[in-house]
């Protein structure tokens, strides 16, 4: 069974940094190209960042609103992908999910940004 | 970017109708298009996947159509835990975006 748990939200200020980790099991990890999404709250899906399996060497792709603060990382040997998000705004505060592809998701960890 | 347009952004309907939601992209996306459903306080939960193809352990009343810039999510008949909201997004080319979401109500 393919799960996906996120972790690492948290009440955090403006300008400062927070790392989301999910950890996977269930299937070929490596083999798989994962992203992370948000939602805001009361809105629609936004996508963050990609990034691809390693057969495609990891590389990484990002949402403008985010490119340059935040980066998408893995650990193969661990099956973990990781979302360092820096220079936090008000405006990314949202839940956001980790998927395998765009097929599973996990369930979400919450991000606030205030101070 | 590629826009993504659904319609209608909100409907009401009965136990047992049949509904139907049409995404439109801003250019052609040939079939890299999925439906997603998403129930109050939970994650998303991928439906259809290359316009038309059924995710695994999703219910065949549901179904996906459509290719270029014109698409269609179909629940034959619908159910109580149908009531969701359901967005399509695309994936032909970055950045990855979404539909603003259609809610189905109950009538």
């Known amino acids: 069974e393919v799960q996906l748990v996120e972790s690492g939200g948290a009440l955090v200020q403006p300008g400062r940094s927070l790392r989301l980790s999910c950890t996977a099991s269930?299937?070929?990890?490596?083999?798989?190209?994962m992203s992370w999404f948000r939602q805001a709250p009361g809105k629609g899906l936004e996508w963050v960042a990609f990034?691809?399996?390693?057969?495609?060497?990891?590389?990484?792709e990002y949402a403008a609103s985010v490119k340059g603060r935040f980066t998408i990382s893995r650990d193969n040997s661990r099956s973990i992908v990781y979302l360092q998000m820096n220079s936090l705004k008000d405006e990314d505060t949202a839940v956001y999910y980790c998927?395998?592809?765009?097929?599973?998701w996990g369930q979400g960890t919450l991000v606030t940004v205030s101070s | 970017d590629i826009q993504m347009t659904q319609s209608p952004l909100s409907l009401s309907a009965s136990v047992g109708d049949r509904v139907t939601i049409t995404c439109r992209a801003s250019?052609?996306?040939?079939?890299?298009l999925g439906w997603f459903q998403q129930r109050p306080g939970k994650a998303p939960k991928s439906l259809i996947y290359?316009?038309?193809s059924l995710q695994s352990g999703v219910p065949s009343k549901f179904s996906g159509s459509g290719s270029g810039t014109e698409f269609t999510l179909t629940i034959s008949s619908l159910q109580p835990e149908d009531f969701a909201t359901y967005y399509c997004?695309?994936?032909?080319?970055?950045?990855?975006?979404f539909g603003q979401g259609t809610e189905v109500e109950i009538k």
């Open positions: 998927t395998r592809e765009i097929d599973y």
């Open positions: 269930g299937f070929s990890f490596g083999a798989s190209a």
């Open positions: 990034i691809r399996s390693t057969a495609y060497s990891g590389t990484t």
């Open positions: 250019q052609d996306i040939s079939n890299f």
């Open positions: 290359d316009a038309s």
């Open positions: 997004q695309q994936y032909y080319t970055f950045p990855w975006t």
